[in-house]
């Protein structure tokens, strides 16, 4: 077996923790000059990840443990381990964990745009956990600094048609 210098690889423990949303950065957006940012995550059961659409950066998760169900443009699809799901920028998209287990996943951007958004989404959550009414404008907010759309007008239609869990407001 090959030493590998310490610092080169990203091991399974490995990583900076964002509590509030249960996601570890594994490569963050410096070590790559900026071209690729993963990050892993578990999505509990009944957690939809709203519909959004990037403006900066094309996006492929990989699904490691559990099932999603994905909105990509207009196509939805079930996917397990092993499933790669690339979301290119200008395309809305949303995912869901309609079982009830949870999923793990590991999503990958380029470019590194998003390198510190999901550690502001964290705080910002954790900020808002006692005035949920002021969440949905910070969260718009922190989006358009990151250009990114949300479509929250989509959320009804996705619960309705695709058994989406209804998010908590």
Request: charged share 20%.
């Amino acid at each position: 077996m090959v030493s590998i210098p310490s610092g080169t690889a990203v091991g399974p423990e490995d990583g900076a923790a964002v509590p509030a949303l249960g996601m570890i950065h594994k490569v963050d957006g410096m070590r790559l000059g900026g071209n690729l940012l993963v990050i892993e995550g578990v999505i509990p059961p009944g957690t939809l990840i709203h519909p959004h659409t990037h403006t900066r950066e094309d996006e492929c998760s990989l699904i490691l443990d559990g099932e999603l169900r994905y909105l990509v443009g207009d196509a939805v699809c079930t996917v397990g381990p092993g499933s790669y799901v690339p979301k290119p920028r200008g395309v809305r998209h949303a995912f869901w964990n309609a079982t009830p287990e949870p999923a793990r996943v590991m999503e990958m951007h380029t470019p590194a745009t998003f390198d510190n958004y999901y550690d502001e989404l964290g705080a910002l959550l954790q900020s808002h956990a006692d005035s949920p009414d002021d969440l949905m404008s910070a969260f718009d907010q922190l989006a358009a600094r990151y250009g990114l759309t949300i479509h929250w007008d989509d959320v009804p239609m996705l619960v309705e048609r695709y058994g989406a869990p209804a998010p908590i407001r």
